[in-house]
C-alpha cells in the first residue's frame, strides 16, 4: 500500500493570523485532530491539538493569560512539516511518523498538497492488519498521577512523556485517563480565571489539645478529575493485537490500559502499533 491508498482528502487549513479559537473549533466540527498551516497558498505549518494542549498551563497569574480567541494559529504552529509524495510507502510512512515523533505528513504532489496521512490512516494499512502478537510485547509503561493533581502537573507530566496518563484513586484503582484531546478541546475559561470553589476542611488543634474541623471556602484551578476521561477500557495483558485493535475500533479509541488481573501493568497505544509496523 501506498500513501494514496490510506491518505485522507481533502484537507482542511487555517491561515497563521486566525485564532487558536477559530481552528479548535473547526476541529471539533469536524472532528479532526490538526489542521494545515497555509500563507499564501503555501504550506508553512501545522497546528495540531497536543500543539494547543500543552500551552494551557495555568501556573501565570490570571491577568497574564491571553484567552484563546486572542492568540494567532502562528504562535503554536509546528513550522517546516515533513511531506510526502503519493507513492511512498506505508512502512517509510511509519518509520517517518516514529523516526520524527510526529502525527501526520502533509502529501504532496507538484508543489501541490493533495492529501494528509495520520496516525488513523495508517491503521488501515495490511502491515496493521497483519501483526497477531500480544499485547505485552510492545506495550509501554504508564504515567500516572492522582485525580486531585493540578492541570499544570498533569501538563508538566504529559509533555515530558510525550504522552497521555492514567488518574488514579486514592486506593490505587483507575479513576479516568488524559489524553491531548481532553487538555485541548478542555473548556477552561471560567477554571482559569480562578473561580472554582471546593469545599474542603481543614483540623485546627483546640488550646486543650483537642481537634476540631472547620469548613471553609477555597478557590482552586481545574485538576485532573475535571478533564480526565472515565470509565477507562482495559485489556488483559495476554490479549492478542487483533482482539486489541478490533476494541480500540469498536470504543473509538487509540489506547488500552493493560491489565494483569486487578493491576495496571502498561498500556497498548497507536504509536506502538505503528513503530511496530516501521521495523
Given at each position: 500500500?501506498?500513501?494514496?491508498?490510506?491518505?485522507?482528502?481533502p484537507?482542511?487549513?487555517?491561515?497563521?493570523?486566525?485564532?487558536?479559537?477559530?481552528?479548535r473549533?473547526?476541529?471539533?466540527?469536524?472532528?479532526?485532530?490538526?489542521?494545515?498551516?497555509?500563507?499564501?497558498?503555501?504550506?508553512?505549518?501545522i497546528l495540531t491539538?497536543?500543539?494547543?494542549?500543552?500551552?494551557i498551563?495555568?501556573?501565570?497569574?490570571?491577568?497574564?493569560?491571553?484567552?484563546?480567541?486572542?492568540i494567532?494559529?502562528?504562535?503554536?504552529?509546528?513550522?517546516?512539516?515533513?511531506?510526502v509524495?503519493?507513492?511512498?510507502?506505508?512502512?517509510?510512512?511509519?518509520?517517518?511518523?516514529?523516526g520524527?515523533?510526529i502525527?501526520?505528513?502533509p502529501?504532496?504532489?507538484?508543489?501541490?498538497?493533495?492529501?494528509?496521512?495520520?496516525?488513523?490512516?495508517?491503521?488501515?494499512?495490511?502491515?496493521?492488519?497483519?501483526?497477531?502478537?500480544?499485547?505485552?510485547?510492545?506495550?509501554?509503561?504508564?504515567?500516572?498521577?492522582?485525580?486531585?493533581?493540578?492541570?499544570?502537573?498533569v501538563?508538566t507530566?504529559?509533555?515530558?512523556?510525550?504522552?497521555k496518563?492514567?488518574?488514579?484513586?486514592?486506593?490505587?484503582?483507575?479513576?479516568g485517563?488524559?489524553?491531548?484531546?481532553?487538555?485541548a478541546?478542555?473548556?477552561?475559561?471560567?477554571?482559569?480565571?480562578?473561580v472554582?470553589?471546593?469545599?474542603?476542611?481543614?483540623?485546627?488543634?483546640?488550646?486543650?489539645?483537642g481537634?476540631?474541623?472547620q469548613?471553609?471556602?477555597?478557590?482552586?484551578?481545574?485538576?485532573?478529575?475535571?478533564?480526565?476521561?472515565?470509565?477507562?477500557?482495559?485489556?488483559?495483558?495476554?490479549?492478542v493485537?487483533?482482539?486489541?485493535l478490533?476494541?480500540?475500533?469498536?470504543?473509538?479509541?487509540?489506547?488500552?490500559?493493560?491489565?494483569?488481573?486487578?493491576?495496571?501493568?502498561?498500556?497498548?497505544?497507536?504509536?506502538?502499533?505503528?513503530?511496530?509496523?516501521?521495523?
Open positions: 500500500m501506498f500513501a494514496r491508498d490510506v491518505m485522507t482528502a484537507v482542511f487549513f487555517v491561515s497563521p493570523d486566525e485564532t487558536i479559537a477559530y481552528a473549533n473547526l476541529m471539533v466540527k469536524h472532528k479532526i485532530s490538526r489542521l494545515l498551516v497555509m500563507e499564501e497558498g503555501r504550506l508553512t505549518g491539538k497536543k500543539d494547543i494542549a500543552y500551552h498551563r495555568q501556573g501565570e497569574p490570571a491577568w497574564r493569560r491571553r484567552p484563546i480567541d486572542q494567532p494559529v502562528g504562535a503554536f504552529t509546528t513550522g517546516n512539516p515533513i511531506v509524495a503519493p507513492d511512498a510507502g506505508i512502512k517509510k510512512i511509519a518509520g517517518i511518523f516514529a520524527n515523533n502525527s501526520s505528513v502529501v504532496v504532489e507538484a508543489g501541490h498538497v493533495v492529501g494528509i496521512i495520520t496516525k488513523t490512516d495508517l491503521m488501515k494499512s495490511t502491515l496493521v492488519r497483519n501483526l497477531s502478537c500480544p499485547v505485552k510485547d510492545i506495550m509501554e509503561d504508564v504515567a500516572t498521577v492522582s485525580r486531585y493533581h493540578s492541570l499544570d502537573h501538563i507530566v504529559m509533555s515530558e512523556r510525550d504522552d496518563v492514567v488518574v488514579l484513586n486514592n486506593d490505587g484503582t483507575i479513576a485517563i488524559i489524553t491531548e484531546t481532553n487538555l478541546f478542555f473548556n477552561n475559561e471560567k477554571k482559569t480565571g480562578g472554582v470553589k471546593k469545599d474542603v476542611t481543614i483540623g485546627r488543634y483546640e488550646r486543650a489539645g481537634m476540631s474541623g469548613n471553609l471556602h477555597t478557590v482552586e484551578s481545574a485538576v485532573a478529575e475535571d478533564v480526565m476521561t472515565s470509565p477507562v477500557i482495559t485489556v488483559q495483558i495476554k490479549t493485537l487483533p482482539d486489541a478490533e476494541l480500540m475500533r469498536k470504543n473509538h479509541i487509540n489506547s488500552l490500559v493493560v491489565m494483569e488481573h486487578d493491576t495496571i501493568s502498561g498500556i497498548i497505544k497507536r504509536d506502538d502499533i505503528i513503530k511496530e509496523v516501521a521495523k
